[in-house]
């Protein structure tokens, strides 16, 4: 080495001065890499810019320190070749354990390394976004470059899917890259998001396989890290790769008693874990300041020995004294599975305040399961399991119904009455029918469900002057409002049925294109007929009346949102065929696991039900848009769910 050096300066001796000329030399230079941690080069090296972190300067793991013992197994030092981390959001996983791999590679031990998340787009935007920042933050943008070029042609190394630097580079793919992922080989692979992949690439097969075949020519060097907010348990990919590992837990310390425990959402029965306190309409007890912000709480965290409560704020001193502990033998020898719940998320990121409060607003709408997988995934970590399940018959029966029907209850208070079709033909050809009374917040009341037989193909059919009938009919006083009639057989009749009415009665269709935008409904002009037909989306509908007709009354006996009421005289039956779809996984042609409302029997009450819902949607647009047109709401505002109740009590 010492012949080298004198060589290069002897011969090119004009060449001392330059900065760039050493940097080379040194990069030449053999050195020790297997000393030198991650953690130790983070902290080290990388400084956080303001704008992307409540925490800019200097890294310190001081803030999420869980992060330490991740990172470091991804060190060369360290003999572990895989890392499966199941998160929550808000924990600092891009910037503790992505974006250090990605810079101690670059500069401490250069590799072939592949960046797969999400999308090809989402790549682009990731290293586009925070790995340019991270590489310019932490003093080794100068190694970013092209590490060979023929003459004459311009490439410069740094482009948003590669990043080249002595000894290595660094490509960015989406999960449906399959070229990438089949034909280069990798040391190195940072898979983010992994919950998001397809099952299949298309013909390339499985992406996880396809991407542990991409180190196969570093058998014995080789590391991945694998990371993801889970989905749904049965299909989970992070949460079968974290059951692949040692299933690690971070044991933090009793700040009363010392007692080492993981944290865990506080269950009514268990001695531990997070808890707190609400009234009768799920609001949590706490004192807030005149900006809203929750100043006094009952959240707190109970130890499970002592009982000893702490607080949000207490993060910053048992954080750092956490450790990690294996609860499982891994099926890999050298794999290491981690669990980081939401929990743990640092202070000025996610509270227990913040997580309890959304908790409660999932709880009193009902617990709509979108809704409550989103929390179970991003707060507590773990994989959704109740995706499929469908209300009891038993509790339907048994609600204690004070009316019959062609009636509404006393004490009911209905803001609005729809009607929702559905019709029928062939050799039963028939028109169904429910009529709905709705109060605020969704809660209905059940007026009278019909079977109409009747050729649903003849306009003058007695069935079509039977369903104008229980349409202009007036229910406590009130007529419906908007009626909805299934526009999917017969098409041309239930329009023309529709156009009679010189308003309130739209045509419906069931529709998939609306899952895209997650929208509930949609208006569709219908050439040449007077009124637009309303498209629905049959999957959140569906949902969402599920969640309603699950729910019981509060033991206050106050109903919560969407509770439903029926008349006493209604027959087992009908609530069997309510109930009469579920949820269940099914894999398309290419392996693709979706989720897929499955029919167990005649299920005419669940598809009146939900254009009668639909009618409802279909109203609070129609409501919005009148006070637009009159001033009294702003062009670019929506129209809350609050405010739409509002205005049919005002």
Request: glycine share 8%; hydrophobic share 30%; charged share 25%.
């Amino acid at each position: 080495m010492t012949e080298i050096i004198q060589d290069e300066l002897f011969t090119k001796q004009k060449r001392v001065e330059s900065l760039e000329w050493l940097i080379k030399l040194l990069e030449r230079t053999p050195r020790k890499i297997e000393r030198v941690l991650i953690s130790e080069w983070a902290e080290e090296n990388r400084t956080l810019s303001e704008g992307l972190t409540p925490y800019p300067g200097p890294y310190s793991f001081d803030v999420n320190p869980y992060m330490r013992e991740i990172v470091d197994s991804l060190s060369e030092s360290s003999p572990i070749h895989e890392v499966a981390v199941l998160k929550g959001t808000q924990i600092m996983f891009t910037v503790g354990a992505i974006e250090n791999f990605i810079g101690y590679t670059i500069d401490i031990a250069p590799a072939p390394m592949l960046y797969v998340t999400g999308d090809a787009g989402l790549a682009d935007t990731q290293m586009e976004l925070r790995i340019d920042s991270m590489i310019n933050n932490s003093g080794i943008g100068h190694k970013i470059g092209a590490q060979s070029k023929r003459e004459g042609q311009r490439k410069t190394g740094d482009i948003k899917t590669r990043k080249e630097f002595p000894g290595g580079f660094l490509v960015a793919a989406g999960p449906n890259s399959g070229a990438k992922l089949r034909s280069m080989s990798f040391k190195k692979i940072n898979v983010d998001e992994v919950d998001a992949f397809p099952d299949s690439t298309g013909k390339e097969g499985d992406p996880i396989y396809l991407i542990r075949r991409r180190v196969d020519a570093f058998s014995e060097s080789y590391k991945i890290l694998w990371g993801s907010t889970p989905l749904f348990k049965h299909n989970s990919k992070i949460y079968s790769l974290y059951k692949e590992g040692d299933q690690r837990k971070y044991f933090v310390p009793c700040k009363h008693c010392g007692h080492m425990q993981f944290l865990r959402w506080g269950e009514k029965d268990t001695p531990g874990g997070l808890k707190f306190e609400h009234d009768e309409d799920d609001r949590l007890i706490a004192t807030y300041n005149d900006d809203g912000q929750i100043i006094e709480s009952s959240v707190r965290y109970v130890c499970e020995k002592c009982g000893g409560e702490w607080e949000n704020a207490d993060k910053d001193w048992f954080l750092p004294r956490g450790e990690w502990r294996p609860t499982a033998e891994p099926r890999r020898p050298s794999m290491r599975s981690y669990h980081i719940p939401g929990l743990l998320s640092p202070v000025g990121f996610r509270s227990w305040e913040n997580a309890v409060v959304e908790f409660l607003q999932i709880k009193h709408e009902g617990k709509p399961k979108l809704k409550m997988q989103n929390w179970v995934n991003t707060f507590l970590g773990e994989p959704f399991e109740d995706y499929g399940g469908r209300p009891k018959i038993e509790a339907l029966l048994s609600r204690n119904k004070t009316y019959v029907s062609g009636t509404l209850p006393e004490d009911a208070k209905p803001l609005i009455i729809t009607v929702g079709a559905d019709v029928q033909g062939g050799e039963n050809s028939r028109i169904e029918c429910e009529v709905v009374a709705w109060g605020r917040d969704f809660e209905s009341w059940s007026i009278r469900y019909e079977v109409i037989p009747g050729d649903t193909g003849d306009l003058e059919s007695p069935c079509w002057s039977a369903l104008r009938s229980i349409i202009t009919t007036k229910y406590a006083g009130m007529q419906p409002t908007l009626s909805g009639v299934d526009s999917g057989y017969n098409t041309e009749t239930v329009y023309s049925f529709c156009d009679t009415f010189e308003s309130g009665v739209h045509p419906v269709m069931g529709q998939t294109y609306l899952n895209k935008d997650r929208k509930y409904i949609q208006p569709t002009e219908c050439i040449g007929h007077k009124h637009f037909r309303i498209d629905v989306n049959d999957n959140l509908l569906k949902q969402e009346i599920y969640s309603f007709i699950a729910k019981g009354e509060f033991e206050s006996g106050n109903t919560p949102r969407g509770y439903c009421h029926f008349p006493s005289d209604y027959p087992r039956q009908h609530f069997i065929q309510l109930t009469n779809e579920q949820r269940v996984m099914e894999r398309d042609k290419s392996g693709v696991a979706k989720l897929k409302w499955v029919q167990t029997g005649k299920n005419e009450q669940l598809d009146c039900r939900k254009y009668a819902l639909a009618m409802v949607y279909a109203y609070r647009e129609y409501v919005e848009a009148v006070l637009k047109e009159n001033g009294n709401l702003e062009e670019d505002t929506v129209l809350s769910w609050h405010e739409f109740w509002d205005y049919l009590e005002g």
